[in-house]
């Protein structure tokens, strides 16, 4: 028998996989009309979420227990290989056959996922004119995509319809059945209906991230105290492992009511941009949050990044820009306008200096030899790494179109064209540099021991790195190093940082767009070190790579004044997907320190900071009784979490952070 898709369809259906089945469910049609289809089937039909009694729905973790194939923020669908296996074996190989063009690669520079793609709706706007004027601007169009957003509109509203049904059968709040009546489709006309539009819409997108709480909802506000309602809100945030939201800088009063809600909480990351105009009751707020041990908020400073939008996108609009949010870890969007391509793919800097020193250190007469060696390996490592996303890019926009951030993300209605597919008003690709400080570190190294004092032999020390012989590695560690406001080791690392930026540069997306640098390392920082080699940083063979922009931890032996110095010397400016700097500081040495060392460190050029304000007693204990510290929070790296919940290696490296105090 021949196996049609309709064949196919019914096999999923037969097992449970609503996705799947309307998927494959007529191949006459477009592929955008296909997963259109996919997703109004999935949202008319699937198992909905428990009913927690409060002011929010739905409410309560995502998890799809039922289904193996489910909507993605990121990749449109994502898969669950081993659970479909279960059902039927056969089904993941249709998947395959069909969707092939759009699968990800991994390589060895695959250092925070490859082909992600966080963003986040335009909230403001839906709230404010609601899905049936979405569809009135669909049904003025005559393209590809009106008869797939119109059905994708239609099982929104049936989903809407279920769970108004379900909280009627459980006598929830009226006022909770009253704002799911009007809202997504109508306006909301308060400051409630709107939270509970963001809300309903939050859990649409697959809970990725919430976007500019107290500018899209301060249009509704008249002066009520939304604390609860957002502690509400953030807690269905934390119970979906969602991510980001930014506040400021155009400061108003819910910028304050944010900050107070996220006290002692993990999720959103809360992303607080700041001027040198921001009220002290914003600076208590969050140092009072911080103190909490929550690691909320994050810091960023707002006059560099625009000034590094600017110059990345002269006819930016201010306007645009202010809708400024990190999302995913903290990678750099503009809230409801852009597909950010977070993280799109990595470059692997320690990996390609590891192999690359093995090759070719006896090979070069001086270092200046040494070190454009390595800038051309990194410049053909780079090219390979940005062909290969844009084949990636090029087949997503043919096989695997996204119907939901078309339908959310402006301007994708307007030019008739699909998210992925460069309908977005902005289109660029966030590229992370993985184990950066590294690499600083090992040029330091070679420079002095192998060139300037000509200590070793390159055989001989490449040798002693791989036997972990005791005398190269103090050798090394005696070196000048980053962190300590040494002025040629930060001016070798902002040479360093300046060519690897200067080649990403050069490139440009399948859409024409531009490739944004960012320095993000979470968990990553552990197991990329997993395949390296021992380096000329101090590192055995294995272990984990640098922090982000931190100094490699024990290197900061200055003050945490002059670590901020080292990091404010690099041309931060030009890493607009973020340069995440994490420091942890001591409770008091906060409280009475914060505001004078941030507003120092982003004069001087610092782009952002990320602070983990708990002692290493508590995180010890925590590591030998979990069961006693289950809410203690901290920065992993571009985002927060749970620090029982964390693999131990990882815990140790947060631990090995330096304390200043």
């Not at 859990?203 to 509704?220: A, E, H, M, S």
């Not at 979906?240 to 009511?257: F, H, K």
């Not at 909320?296 to 707002?302: A, C, F, I, M, V």
């Not at 490139?507 to 021992?534: D, E, K, M, Y």
Request: charge should be negative.
């Amino acid at each position: 028998m021949i196996t049609t898709l309709n064949n196919i369809s019914q096999q999923f259906y037969n097992v449970g996989e609503i996705f799947a089945g309307a998927m494959f469910e007529n191949e006459d049609l477009p592929i955008f009309d296909r997963m259109s289809h996919a997703y109004a089937e999935y949202w008319s039909r699937k198992v909905l979420p428990a009913y927690n009694g409060g002011k929010l729905y739905p409410c309560g973790p995502l998890g799809e227990p039922d289904y193996a194939v489910t909507p993605s923020a990121s990749y449109v669908y994502t898969v669950d290989k081993e659970r479909l296996d279960k059902k039927d074996p056969a089904l993941f190989g249709y998947l395959i056959d069909e969707f092939a063009g759009s699968s990800c690669g991994y390589t060895i520079h695959s250092v925070a996922g490859f082909g992600f793609t966080h963003s986040l709706p335009h909230y403001g706007r839906i709230a404010k004119e609601g899905f049936d004027s979405y569809y009135e601007r669909i049904q003025r169009k005559n393209g590809e995509l009106k008869n797939g957003l119109s059905e994708l509109l239609d099982g929104i509203r049936k989903f809407r319809g279920r769970c108004i049904d379900k909280l009627i059968k459980e006598n929830a709040d009226e006022e909770l059945i009253a704002a799911l009546k009007k809202v997504p489709f109508r306006p909301a006309e308060n400051i409630y209906e709107a939270i509970v539009c963001m809300n309903f819409i939050y859990y649409l997108d697959c809970c990725d991230n919430v976007g500019r709480l107290d500018t899209d909802l301060l249009p509704f506000w008249k002066g009520e105290d939304i604390v609860g309602l957002l502690e509400e809100f953030f807690k269905n945030v934390d119970e979906t492992e969602g991510y980001s939201s930014s506040i400021g800088p155009d400061y108003n009063p819910l910028t304050l009511q944010c900050l107070k809600a996220i006290k002692g909480k993990r999720r959103p990351q809360i992303e607080l941009r700041i001027r040198p105009d921001m009220p002290k009751e914003l600076w208590d707020a969050a140092i009072a949050s911080l103190a909490e041990g929550c690691s909320n908020p994050s810091l960023y400073n707002d006059p560099l990044y625009e000034q590094s939008f600017k110059k990345r996108f002269p006819d930016l609009p201010h306007e645009d820009f202010l809708r400024f949010c990190g999302v995913g870890c903290t990678e750099s969007t503009l809230a409801g306008l852009t597909n950010a391509g977070s993280l799109d793919a990595g470059i692997h800097t320690p990996e390609i200096f590891s192999v690359y020193m093995r090759e070719n250190l006896g090979k070069c007469s001086s270092f200046e030899e040494f070190y454009n060696g390595f800038i051309a390996k990194y410049k053909s490592e780079l090219e390979d790494v940005v062909d290969r996303l844009r084949e990636y890019h090029t087949l997503r926009a043919k096989c695997r179109p996204h119907p939901m951030r078309t339908l959310v993300v402006d301007d994708c209605i307007d030019k008739d064209k699909d998210f992925n597919n460069g309908g977005a008003r902005y289109s660029w690709s966030v590229i992370n540099f993985a184990g950066l400080v590294n690499v600083f570190e090992d040029m330091l190294a070679v420079k002095e021991l192998i060139f300037d004092k000509k200590l070793f032999s390159a055989e001989r020390f490449i040798k002693g790195l791989d036997d972990e012989d005791p005398e190269i590695f103090n050798a090394c560690k005696r070196c000048k190093h980053y962190g300590v406001d040494d002025d040629e080791a930060d001016s070798l690392a902002a040479r360093i940082l300046g060519d690897l930026l200067d080649e990403l540069d050069k490139h440009r997306t399948c859409f024409g767009g531009q490739f944004l640098p960012a320095s993000i390392q979470f968990n990553t920082c552990v197991w990329a070190g997993r395949t390296v080699l021992a380096t000329p940083d101090g590192r055995k063979r294995g272990t984990s790579l640098a922090d982000s922009l931190s100094a490699i931890h024990g290197n900061d032996t200055d003050g945490i004044t002059a670590m901020l110095n080292s990091v404010a010397k690099l041309p931060l400016w030009r890493m607009t997907g973020t340069p995440v700097l994490n420091v942890r500081l001591e409770k008091t040495f906060m409280k009475n320190n914060l505001p004078a060392i941030v507003s120092g460190f982003f004069a001087n050029g610092g782009m952002q900071m990320q602070i983990t304000c708990l002692n290493r007693e508590d995180m010890l204990d925590a590591q030998e009784h979990p069961e006693n510290h289950g809410n203690l929070v901290v920065k992993v790296g571009g985002y927060s979490d749970y620090f029982v919940r964390l693999p131990r290696d990882l815990q140790n490296q947060i631990i090995s952070r330096t304390e200043f105090v």
